[in-house]
């Protein structure tokens, strides 16, 4: 058969000394390399007990803010859909309705709002894209699961509770926009 380079190594097949048949010396020479390991600086970290430190523009899981008065920013007006790369985010809009003008800021609404987490690359393209101030990525971390249905995120992962507010300025200040 013919090879695509010339490069080739020759395998010896010699007699192995009565030093190597022991085998001592090279588990000795093993182990010293192993213990020598034991006073260098780690590389690595107990997590989950230490943590290590995130950069403040990490793009994290996303969140899908409200206003001041506790009303959804996002008018589902699909343009972090089309931003997306990853084609990660699918939306369904929906009416506001009388009555309903304390829950959604504007006349249109997410009635559906998924994010597949799989899929995405936290590239920040959706939060860039948004007119409406209504998703930022965040400093948190998306939890690893064993089912794949789990990493599909809908508004109950991603839309802030209105008591329990997702600070995203540190972020945004050390990047380049504030919240409004
Ligand atoms: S961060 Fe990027 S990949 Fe993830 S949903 Fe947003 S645009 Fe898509
Ligand atoms: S998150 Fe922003 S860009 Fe995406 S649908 Fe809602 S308002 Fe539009």
Known sequence: MQSLTDRKKVVGNKEMTFKEKLYLPAIFKGMGITFSHLFRKHN????????????PVYRGQHVLKRDEQGRENCTACGLCAVACPAEAITMVAGERQKG????????????????????????????????????????RLVPSTFE?????????????????RIDITKRQLTGKRTEK
């Open 148 to 164: 794949r249905d789990e990493f599909i995120y809908g508004k109950e992962l991603l839309v802030e509770d209105v008591n329990l």
């Open 44 to 55: 690595t970290l107990r997590y989950p007990e230490v943590k290590r430190e995130f950069a």
């Open 100 to 139: 309903e003008e304390g829950l959604y800021r504007e006349e249109k609404y997410a009635e559906m709002y998924e994010i597949n987490m799989l899929r995405c690359i936290f590239c920040g393209l959706c939060e860039e894209a948004c007119p409406k101030e209504a998703i930022f990525l965040t400093d």
